[in-house]
Structures are given as structure tokens and as C-alpha cells.
């Protein structure tokens, strides 16, 4: 049985403007880093995708009226792979840019840096 479930109509279109928003953000996010020609800005929208999937689930659970238990758990594991996406993700992109700030340093200096690359070097 499908329906609107138990929430109320401004609730639903913060439910679906958030979805939409997020979709938008992925997107966005993606061509920025395609046009600055940054690989990590063009990463970062695989971290999002998990949290995009958890309100497809959270949107899904409330037109089922709430009876949907594995769409409430399904719900909860994607925002936690999220999270986790996004810190894995901020992991590598901040030592990517101590490594970019290492070699900078070196070559100011004119000596020879012990860890070469830039910030799109450590893929």
C-alpha cells in the first residue's frame, strides 16, 4: 500500500526539496571539479551518493506508511557508508594537500623535496 503516510505536506516538501537539492549538489559538484580539472572535487561526489540513496530510502519508507522495517535499516546503513565515504574521502584529500605543501615548500626553498606531486598525484 502506497500513500503519502503520516507526514504532513510541508514535511514531504522538505523530504523531496532535499533529495532534489542533494541531486543537484552531485552533479554541480562533479562538473566544478571537471572544469577546474581537480580529481578530487570530481571524487567527492562518489562520498555523496550514499547519503542521496538514504533519502531515496527515508522518502520510500514514509510512502509505505512506515511498514517498510528493511527500508529503515537500509536507510541507516547508507547515511553510516556515507559518513564513512566522506571521512575516507576528507582523509586522502587533506594528505593530498600536505603532500602539494611539501613539495611547494621544497622548491621554494630550491632543494629537492623527499615526497614529489601535487595535489592530484595521489590517486
Not at 5 to 16: C, D, E, N
Not at 38 to 66: K, N
Request: glycine share 8%; with cysteine; aromatic share 18%.
Amino acid at each position: 500500500m502506497l500513500g503519502f503516510g503520516f507526514l504532513s505536506l510541508p514535511t514531504w516538501f522538505v523530504h523531496i526539496a532535499s533529495l532534489i537539492e542533494w541531486a543537484i549538489a552531485v552533479v554541480l559538484v562533479y562538473q566544478l571539479g571537471q572544469r577546474l580539472n581537480q580529481v578530487w572535487l570530481q571524487r567527492l561526489p562518489w562520498a555523496m551518493i550514499p547519503y542521496m540513496l538514504s533519502g531515496v530510502c527515508a522518502i520510500w519508507y514514509h510512502v509505505t506508511y512506515d511498514t517498510q522495517q528493511w527500508l529503515s535499516d537500509a536507510q541507516s546503513y547508507l547515511t553510516f557508508l556515507g559518513s564513512t565515504a566522506f571521512g575516507v574521502w576528507a582523509f586522502f584529500f587533506l594528505r593530498s594537500l600536505q603532500t602539494f605543501r611539501i613539495s611547494s615548500l621544497s622548491a621554494r626553498s630550491g632543494q629537492p623535496s623527499k615526497r614529489e606531486g601535487g595535489v592530484s598525484d595521489h590517486v
